[in-house]
Antibody
Framework: EVQLVESGGDLVKPGGSLRLSCAASGFTFSTYNMNWVRQAPGKGLEWVSSISTNSSYIYYADSVKGRFTISRDNAKNSLYLQMNSLRAEDTAVYYC??????????WGQGTLVTVSS | DIQMTQSPSSVSASVGDRVTITCRASQGISSWLAWYQQKPGKAPKLLIY???SLQNGVPSRFSGRGSGTDFTLTISSLQPEDFATYYC?????????FGRGTKLEIK
């Protein structure tokens, strides 16, 4: 069974940093592109970032470019999101999602990031 | 960026009804469209990919159609567990974009 488990969400002050992790199991992690998708409270879904299998290709939404860094460790079956210079508008549940033909076919349960003073 | 416009934003329906949700892309995306279902407090679930392909395990009452810029998701006979919010997403090019969602409520 595919499992994606996010962790690292917390309350952080504006301008602060946070690192999210996603532990994958139940599939061959190194053969799938991976993504972060977020959802602000009461709002819709927003794609944040994607990373290819060997980290050769990385993409970001304009809203996070220059502040967030996606990475992965295939040996540890883990995906990461380093978030710097956090803003109130980054407050959201952050989901780790597996790509299958550019769709998100498996999702984690999400981790809540709250940016507030 | 490709904008995805979903309609309606909300719809009320009864068990057994047929419901259709529409998604329009601001430019052609071929068949690179997916539909997701999300229930409160839960992660989204992939229903349809490549505009009309049913994800494994998804009931056959769900169907998708369309190509280019206009797409539909149809639920042929609503069941109680189908009341949720539905999102379309284009997978044609980065940045991936979602529609704003359609909330399906019980009448």
């Amino acid at each position: 069974e595919v499992q994606l488990v996010e962790s690292g969400g917390d309350l952080v002050k504006p301008g602060g940093s946070l690192r999210l992790s996603c532990a994958a199991s139940g599939f061959t992690f190194s053969t799938y592109n991976m993504n972060w998708v977020r959802q602000a409270p009461g709002k819709g879904l927003e794609w944040v970032s994607s990373i290819s299998t060997n980290s050769s290709y990385i993409y970001y939404a304009d809203s996070v470019k220059g502040r967030f860094t996606i990475s992965r460790d295939n040996a540890k079956n883990s995906l990461y999101l380093q978030m710097n210079s956090l803003r109130a508008e980054d407050t959201a549940v952050y989901y780790c999602a597996r790509s299958a033909d550019d769709n998100f076919d498996s999702w984690g349960q999400g981790t809540l990031v709250t940016v507030s003073s | 960026d490709i904008q995805m416009t979903q309609s309606p934003s909300s719809v009320s329906a009864s068990v057994g009804d047929r419901v259709t949700i529409t998604c329009r892309a601001s430019q052609g995306i071929s068949s690179w469209l997916a539909w997701y279902q999300q229930k409160p407090g839960k992660a989204p679930k992939l229903l349809i990919y490549a505009a009309s392909s049913l994800q494994n395990g998804v009931p056959s009452r769900f169907s998708g159609r369309g190509s280019g810029t206009d797409f539909t998701l149809t639920i042929s006979s609503l069941q109680p567990e189908d009341f949720a919010t539905y999102y379309c997403q284009q997978a044609n090019s980065f940045p991936y974009t979602f529609g704003r969602g359609t909330k399906l409520e019980i009448k």
